[in-house]
C-alpha cells in the first residue's frame, strides 16, 4: 500500500513518516511539499541521515489520485479545504490531521477558526474518528477527521462519566496543560526558548478552537452538555498533554464505583490504561507511545470527581492515532505499527 503525507516537513508529519515507513502494510511513503519540491526530507530533519533518501515531491492532484492509496494531511488549518476538493476522493482514502473536518457545522469553524470553512459535502462525509468512541464508522470510513489532542485527551478522560451521567453536566471544568510542540515547528515569540524556559502561562483563554470540538463531541454522548469550561496551559516540555478534568457528581458513588466503571467502559481499548486508585500518570508515562493513560478520583468531601487524562500529543494526540484509525479504515489490526513501549525517563 502507498500513503503519501502532505505536511511532512511539521513534527506531526515527521512523526506519521517514522511510524509509516516502519509500518508492515506500507510499501511506500511520499512526501509532499507545497514550496520545497526536490527537496531531500534529511535537510529538514538531520537525525534522518543514513536512515532516509526521500525527496519532497510537489502537491500535484493528479499525482496523488494515481501514486497513493491513502493521503495524510498533516498540514495546518486551510490546508485541507483547499487541497481535497481537487483529489479523487472515491480512489484516495484520506486522513485529515489539520482541523478542517472535525466541526459539522461551517459556521461554528468559522467563528473559532477564523477561516473559511471546507466545503461542506467534504465535511458531511468525513467521520470523527476518535479511534476508541467510533470504530463501526471508522472501519467504514473513507474520509476521516482525526481529533485534535487536547480533545483526545479530555473526551477519552470523560466518555464513561459522561455516558453513564454519572456527572452534572453544567459542572464540567478542564485544565489542560501542554507541551511547546503542540505549537508546531514554525518559529515565533510565544514558543520562544527565553519566553517558555523556566515559565508557565494560559493562553487563549475561553477562547480555544478546541472548545466546540469538544462540546460537539459530549453532546452526542449526552445531549444536556452545550457548553463546558475549558483553559489551556503552556509548560516547558517538549511533548505531552495533561488534562485535568472536575465535575460534580450526580449523587453518591465511591472511588471505586467510578474506577469500575472506566475499567468496563475501556475493556477492549488497548490503548486507554486506567490506573489503579491512588495512582495518577504523568506526561513521560506515555512519551512516544499511543497510549492514554487515565487517572480517577471521587472526593466525598466536595462531591466532586477529578480526572486526570495523559497522552503524547504526537502520538495519540496526532500521528499515533491516524496511523490506529489508518488500521482500523484498512481491516488491519489495530495495534499494527503501534506497539511501542513509552520512553523512559
Known amino acids: 500500500m502507498n500513503v503519501g503525507i502532505i505536511g511532512a516537513t511539521g513534527y506531526g508529519g515527521n512523526e506519521l513518516y517514522r511510524l509509516l515507513t516502519k509500518h508492515p502494510k506500507v510499501d511506500k511513503c511520499i512526501l509532499y511539499t507545497s514550496s520545497e519540491a526536490g527537496k531531500a526530507y534529511r535537510e529538514s530533519y538531520p537525525h534522518l541521515t543514513g536512515i532516509s533518501d526521500e525527496l519532497l515531491v510537489s502537491i500535484d492532484s493528479a499525482s496523488i489520485d494515481k501514486d497513493v492509496d491513502v ?21 484516495v482514502k484520506v486522513i485529515d490531521l489539520s482541523g478542517d473536518l472535525r466541526l459539522k457545522d461551517s459556521a461554528l469553524y468559522e467563528k473559532w477558526y477564523k477561516r473559511k470553512a471546507a466545503d461542506q459535502k467534504i465535511v458531511d462525509a468525513a467521520v470523527y474518528g476518535l479511534s476508541e468512541l467510533n470504530k463501526p464508522s471508522i472501519m467504514n470510513a473513507s474520509i476521516l477527521s482525526n481529533p485534535g489532542c487536547f480533545p483526545t485527551a479530555s473526551i477519552l478522560g470523560l466518555a464513561p462519566a459522561v455516558s453513564n451521567d454519572l456527572i452534572n453536566e453544567s459542572s464540567i471544568i478542564i485544565d489542560a496543560k501542554t507541551g511547546v510542540s503542540g505549537a508546531g515547528r514554525k518559529a515565533g515569540i510565544g514558543v520562544h526558548y527565553s519566553e517558555v524556559n523556566e515559565n508557565l502561562k494560559i493562553y487563549k483563554v475561553n477562547g480555544h478552537q478546541h472548545i466546540p470540538e469538544i462540546e460537539q463531541a459530549l453532546h452526542l454522548m449526552n445531549e444536556n452538555i452545550s457548553a463546558i469550561t475549558f483553559q489551556t496551559h503552556l509548560v516547558p516540555m517538549t511533548r505531552g498533554i495533561m488534562a485535568t478534568i472536575y465535575a460534580d457528581a450526580k449523587g453518591e458513588m465511591s472511588s471505586e464505583e467510578l474506577l469500575a466503571c472506566y475499567q468496563a467502559f475501556y475493556r477492549d481499548s488497548y490503548f486507554v490504561r486506567v490506573r489503579p486508585l491512588g ?22 468531601r466536595t462531591g466532586r470527581v477529578t480526572i486526570v487524562s495523559v497522552i503524547d500529543n504526537l502520538m495519540k494526540g496526532a500521528a499515533g492515532q491516524a496511523v490506529q484509525n489508518f488500521n482500523m479504515m484498512n481491516g488491519f489490526e489495530e495495534t499494527m505499527g503501534l506497539e511501542l513501549t513509552p520512553l523512559y525517563p
Open 71 to 91: 493521503l495524510f494531511m498533516a498540514s495546518p488549518p486551510g490546508a485541507a479545504a483547499e487541497i481535497l476538493p481537487q483529489i479523487n476522493l472515491e480512489q
Open 279 to 300: 495512582e495518577f500518570p504523568s506526561t513521560k508515562e506515555v512519551y512516544g507511545s499511543n497510549f492514554c493513560d487515565i487517572g480517577l478520583s471521587y472526593d466525598e
